[in-house]
Structures are given as structure tokens and as C-alpha cells.
């Protein structure tokens, strides 16, 4: 998508990405192309021993799902700053839209900072992972 910075406004919503239910199997292939095998994610018997009620999802797993409506609005080359807080623990059966809205424009010489509050909650609006990104138009 190709952003013009004429035709946007602080308070515009970003479109938002209602993703597929997480699922077990999606915690396991995560755990294995991140290299990130700490049972807490993928057995839930050891997830439960240590004292949660079963799996969590990956943070990181959580974080670029929304780094994926970054991309999708703005082009992954106009992120110049993006950080998120962790909120809550996503756990397999749960469905999350990621969503966002423009907080501030600034001019700059020959360009623009957006900044945009970023999140991603759950189909009850429980928020997994708030955040905020800077793009540069």
C-alpha cells in the first residue's frame, strides 16, 4: 500500500487484521523457525507444571503479527522506530485483530513522522501487546 501523507489525520484508524485462531501446532512451527524451544510454548503438561494453565503463545510470535499491519498500511520501509509492551498472555484458542490509529503527524523537511498507537487484543478486547511505531513518509 502507498500511503500519501496529504490524505492522512491524526485520529485515522488504521485497517485492522483479524488473524486465524492461534492453534498449538502454529506455537510448535513458531518454536522451531525461531529457535525457541522453552517448553512453556510447546508442551502443555510442562506449562501447566510451572504453573500456568496451559501454553503460552511466543511474545515475539505476538509482535509480528502486528508488525504485519505496520507493513501492510505503510510499507515495512518507512518504520524508523517500533516498540511494544507485552499486556497479557495469548494462549492457543484465541483469535486477535490487530489493530491502530494515528496519534501524531509531524513536518519535517521533505517528509513527515507518523506515530501511531499499535495493539493487538483479542476477540473479548483483552490487549496482548500494545505498542507504538514512527513511519516516515
Do not use: R
Not at 506449562?47 to 510470535?61: N, Q, V
Not at 496519534?103 to 513522522?113: A, H
Amino acid at each position: 500500500m502507498s500511503l500519501d501523507i496529504n490524505k492522512l489525520s491524526v485520529g485515522d484508524i488504521i485497517p485492522e487484521i483479524k488473524f486465524d485462531e492461534v492453534t498449538q501446532v502454529q506455537l510448535i512451527k513458531y518454536a522451531g523457525a525461531a529457535g525457541d524451544f522453552n517448553p512453556i510454548h510447546t508442551v502443555p503438561s510442562y506449562a501447566k507444571e510451572a504453573g500456568l494453565d496451559g501454553t503460552i503463545a511466543h511474545g515475539m510470535l505476538i509482535m509480528g503479527m502486528l508488525g504485519k499491519l505496520i507493513s501492510d498500511w505503510s510499507g515495512i520501509k518507512h518504520v524508523t522506530k517500533y516498540g511494544v509492551s507485552f499486556k497479557s498472555k495469548t494462549v492457543p484458542g484465541d483469535t486477535l485483530i490487530a489493530k491502530g490509529e494515528i496519534k501524531k503527524i509531524t513536518p519535517g523537511d521533505g517528509f513527515s513522522l507518523v506515530d501511531c498507537k499499535v495493539y493487538i487484543e483479542d476477540t473479548s478486547g483483552d490487549v496482548k501487546v500494545d505498542g507504538k511505531v514512527t513511519i516516515k513518509l
